[in-house]
């Protein structure tokens, strides 16, 4: 394969021999730095040439180019990686493979986990990589690797993350199923080209149930077990209590379910609850000001506030910053237009009992109260909502 100049000096100054442990020490951490700051300065090349690019047809060079950066950079690493399979960085230059390709259209992540299950399932972290496999949910290779971390992992807190992320794995691997059976997505949704036919193969033959059965169990066993063992992802939260609510929301929030009651704190220290909104057409959403996704969605959101306000309509949202200050500075400035509650963080009362895991979060209510649709965005939202506005309201009893 071809390297990188930079790349190629570094090479021939360490040599591509497979050496001893310790000469292997000092052979691919200097080559992994070089290109982690490499890969970060194509993302930023990346992100500068996607600037004043509105169209696909406008983007399109951008992304060919920088999906053309990642192969590069991970296809070197991945050859180091076979030539020193002793080397005490190579866990941490796997991570970076999965981290930087990601799901595709490349295999070079699931070449990672390959060589992670082969070689590495007992290595310290463990638990903590597996966390970052979860939206693998078409890849039996990363299904196997948190299996095997749960099952073999000398250490009690990797078997508790690798519990919890298999519990949320097989979860969006239901998701997946149910949405593609039922029309709401196609399978190019969630997966790229190469990985197309195997996937819809999986949600042709899945056990819908059985996911759903094992993802409870799964928490319950991470309630019983491993409930003070702290998040990799969020670590001021416990295992147990994230487990709680997203054992709650399984059992609880399912379209054709009663929303649960809320009731807590706007921004200026005003209570109200979600009942008051009761023969209203509910939208309420779970978002941070640090979530990009969530701020993309405001233009559409205040667009619907305006166009439905003569409507049985209301959109009410659960802010979940740390801090107050930056929705306050959203609605002052009308960037928000909605009433909120501040849950004070992703570990706040409200977001915590709700089970979320992901965000934005989106549950669209009928005036009865009812979940009606879930995490539904763009000109699919709209039309969700506007179907419920134009039902007849069942008579209350």
């Known amino acids: 394969m071809r390297y990188h100049p930079v790349v190629l000096t570094l090479i ?24 982690t700051r490499r890969q970060a300065e194509d993302f930023d090349r990346f992100l500068k040439d ?4 509105t169209s696909e047809a406008a983007q399109k060079p951008a992304e060919d180019r920088y999906h053309a950066d990642v192969v590069r950079n991970t296809d070197e690493i991945l050859a180091f990686v076979h030539a020193h399979p002793g080397d005490p960085a190579v866990v941490d230059a796997l991570k970076f493979i999965i981290k930087t390709a990601g799901r595709g259209p490349g295999n070079q992540s699931y070449q990672a986990m390959e060589i992670l299950l082969k070689d590495h399932v007992t290595d310290p972290g463990m638990g903590d990589l597996v966390g970052r496999i979860f939206h693998f949910r078409h890849a039996t290779v990363a299904e196997d690797l948190i299996r095997a971390v749960l099952e073999k992992h000398p250490n009690r807190t990797d078997r508790g993350l690798a519990c919890h992320t298999l519990a949320y794995y097989l979860n969006m691997r239901a998701n997946m ?24 193969r999986m949600v042709r033959d ?17 309630i019983a077990d491993y409930a003070d063992v702290k998040d990799w992802f969020t670590p001021d939260r416990t295992l147990g209590a994230i487990a709680e609510g997203e054992l709650f929301a399984a059992r609880n929030l399912a379209i054709g379910k009663p929303a649960p009651e809320i009731s807590g704190k706007d921004h200026e220290g ?49 802010n979940a910053d740390d801090d107050v200050t930056p929705l306050k500075t959203a609605i002052h400035s009308g960037e928000i237009t909605w009433r909120c509650w501040w849950d004070g963080g992703l570990d706040g009362p409200i977001t915590t009992r709700w089970g979320v895991s992901g965000i934005p979060e989106i549950y669209i209510l009928d005036r009865a109260g009812v979940i009606r649709f879930k995490n539904l965005r763009g000109e699919k939202l709209e039309h969700a909502v506007r179907t419920l506005l134009d039902e007849v309201p069942a008579k209350q009893p």
């Open 50 to 53: 996607l600037e004043g690019k």
């Open 206 to 222: 899945a056990d819908l149930a059985g996911l759903r059965t094992e993802h409870e169990r799964l928490l319950e066993r991470v």
């Open 177 to 200: 199923v149910e949405a593609v059976r039922t029309g709401r997505e196609t399978v190019d949704r969630y997966v790229d080209e190469p990985f197309v036919a195997s996937t819809e």
């Open 270 to 318: 005003k209570t109200f609850a979600l009942s008051e909104f009761r023969g209203k057409v509910v939208v309420l959403t779970f978002t941070t000001s640090q979530c990009g996704p969530c701020l993309a969605m405001y233009p559409q959101e205040r667009a619907l506030v305006r166009a439905l306000a003569d409507r049985p309509f209301v959109l009410v949202g659960v």
């Open 12 to 35: 021939l100054a360490i040599g591509l021999t497979r050496e001893s442990s310790a000469q292997q020490g000092e052979a691919l951490r200097p080559l992994l730095d070089v290109v």
